[in-house]
């Protein structure tokens, strides 16, 4: 952290107006339903403890681990998942919780292994998006910010595991 030059991009109280925003509108959508919350490890954990936090309706909790940058900037291509989720999905209203949707390949690779087990939905919230950097067709259902080609740390993201713990985000330069 010490070493690394950063300028802010995304300052705390901007993130916890919009995560309230986006609590709001997810309690809308599932008012009716029994919420499955699947976040994504390790990035996610930060975005996911807040949001639900800003929800008014209840909800159950899972994580999966997935894993391609390494200690790099640049995605390996590779998506590797260390853990899956424990709950059965089957037949229930699944929303899957991530920090940033950028290549997309994490996302597509989770929601097609996600798929296969017939949830009765499955969406998808990112707190941050890199439009255009996909590498494949992907799009959130719901998104806090939108990110031009940057990389970014802080509120759950890293660079190689550097900045996770910082309350604002930045842009690392
Ligand atoms: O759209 P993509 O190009 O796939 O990138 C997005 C994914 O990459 C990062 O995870 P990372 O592999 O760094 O693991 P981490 O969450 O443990 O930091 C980030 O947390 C997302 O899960
Ligand atoms: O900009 C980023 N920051 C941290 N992790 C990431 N994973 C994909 N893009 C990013
Ligand atoms: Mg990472």
């Known amino acids: 952290m010490e070493s690394m030059n950063k300028s802010i991009f995304i300052p705390r109280e901007t993130i ?3 995560v ?6 997810i309690s809308r959508d599932y008012a009716e339903s029994e919420l499955i ?3 994504v490890l390790k990035g996610a954990f930060i975005f996911m403890a ?3 936090r800003a929800l008014s309706i209840p909800c159950r909790v899972d994580f999966a681990r997935l894993a391609s940058y390494g200690s790099g900037a640049a995605s390996s291509g590779k998506v590797i998942m260390t853990k899956d989720i424990e709950t059965s999905i089957r037949g229930r209203d699944i929303l899957i919780v991530e920090d940033i949707v950028d ?4 996302l597509k690779f989770l929601v097609d292994w996600f798929r ?6 499955l969406k998808v919230c990112a707190f941050l998006d890199k439009q255009g950097r996909r590498k494949v067709p992907f799009e959130a259902d719901y998104v806090g ?11 759950g993201l890293d660079f190689d595991e550097k900045g996770r713990f910082l309350p604002d985000v930045y842009i690392v330069e």
């Open 103 to 106: 290549t997309g390949l994490t």
């Open 16 to 18: 916890e107006k919009r």
């Open 145 to 155: 910010f939108s990110v031009d080609d940057a990389f970014v740390i802080g509120y």
């Open 37 to 39: 919350i699947v976040g």
């Open 50 to 52: 807040d949001l639900i």
């Open 116 to 121: 296969e087990r017939n949830p009765r939905s």
């Open 20 to 25: 309230k925003e986006l609590g709001e509108q």
